[in-house]
């Protein structure tokens, strides 16, 4: 009898969406990396490193840290960058500290965030959906 390899659920969601900067009144552009896993306890924190250059961003996950503050509360981990004056086509790449490493290409306009391509059988899943930072 032959196996099936099951694919690999997901670990992260890598949420890019449009946001207004409150104190500058400037247009960013967040990328924000969440758990899918929820934690009962506290609300960690995600360590990210970024980089930018040119068409590329790259967001390395570093792990979780527990805030300052150890408040007890629930939901996933999350961490984010935000970024002004993008526009057009670039490469997203996020790594884990393993060095796995998912690359995504979007295409950034004024109004709309497009994913143009996503790896198969991805640790990070894409979307555009707003993400409330509490």
């Known amino acids: 009898m032959a196996r099936r390899k099951l694919a690999k659920l997901p670990e992260y969601v890598l949420h890019v969406f449009h946001a207004n ?14 758990t899918v896993k929820d934690f009962v306890n506290f609300g960690y924190e995600i360590l990210l490193e970024d980089s930018h250059k040119e068409r590329e961003i790259g967001l390395r996950i570093h792990g979780l840290h527990t805030p300052a503050m150890i408040m007890p509360g629930t939901g996933p981990a999350y961490g984010f960058r935000a970024f002004q004056h993008l526009s057009g086509r670039y490469v997203v790449s996020v790594a884990k500290l393993n060095r ?20 198969s059988n991805p640790f990070v899943q894409f979307t555009t959906e707003v993400f409330n930072i509490h």
Not at 21 to 34: G, H, N, S, Y
């Open 21 to 34: 900067d409150e104190q500058t009144r400037k247009r960013l552009v967040v990328f924000l990396i969440r």
């Open 100 to 119: 796995t490493t998912n690359e995504f290409i979007i295409e950034i306009s004024p109004d709309a965030i497009t994913l143009i391509q996503s790896p």
